[in-house]
């Protein structure tokens, strides 16, 4: 199994920054690009960063000049620091992973169960 824990949420007041972490665990052979998302009630999960193992990034236009993502492929671990937050970044923040469980298999998305970043205005 893959296990995907994120930390780092909580309450922040605008302006501020938080910093995310998501590490993995478990049985695998490797990790191909990971990524950060969030999700607001009623509404679709939002892709807000993407990172390959060589360090290639991709942000989603909310995030961009504000949101870094970054990972240590020894520790198996992707973060997301955040500045300049607003009311808008008020969601559930998940990481996801594409992992490839043995040398021969496919790679598959594996999820975090998520971290609430509240912020306040």
């Known amino acids: 199994q893959v296990q995907l824990v994120e930390s780092g949420g909580g309450l922040v007041q605008a302006g501020g920054s938080l910093r995310l972490s998501c590490t993995a665990s478990?049985?695998?052979?490797?990790?191909?690009?990971m990524h950060w998302h969030r999700q607001t009630p009623g509404n679709q999960r939002e892709l807000v960063a993407s990172?390959?193992?060589?360090?290639?990034?991709n942000y989603a236009d909310s995030a961009k000049g504000r949101f870094t993502i970054s990972r240590d492929n020894a520790k198996n671990t992707v973060y997301l620091q955040m500045n300049s937050l607003n009311s808008e970044d008020t969601a559930v923040y998940y990481c996801?992973?594409?992992?490839?469980?043995?040398?021969?298999?496919?790679?598959?998305?594996?999820w975090g169960q998520g971290t609430q970043v509240t912020v306040s205005s």
């Open positions: 996801s992973g594409d992992f490839r469980r043995t040398r021969s298999s496919l790679y598959l998305p594996y």
């Open positions: 478990g049985s695998f052979f490797s990790i191909n690009s």
């Open positions: 990172i390959t193992p060589g360090g290639s990034t």
